[in-house]
């Protein structure tokens, strides 16, 4: 695991994290993933204020 820090206000504290990982289970077939999944939740919390405002 990459370690977890938070880069925006937006971001996941690791407390948090722990709340929801388990609704991301592990991939199980395929190629490995590049990105760690906290990561691509932190990148959707970094958007989603943006597209609700019609910022971008």
Request: one cysteine or more; a positive charge; aromatic letters at 16%.
């Amino acid at each position: 695991m990459t370690k977890f820090k938070q880069t925006y206000p937006t971001d996941l504290k690791y407390t948090e994290w722990l709340l929801i990982a388990d609704f991301f289970p592990d991939k199980q077939m395929g190629r490995p993933r590049k990105w760690e999944m906290w990561q691509i939740i932190n990148a959707i919390l970094y958007v989603a204020p943006l597209v609700a405002t019609g910022a971008c």
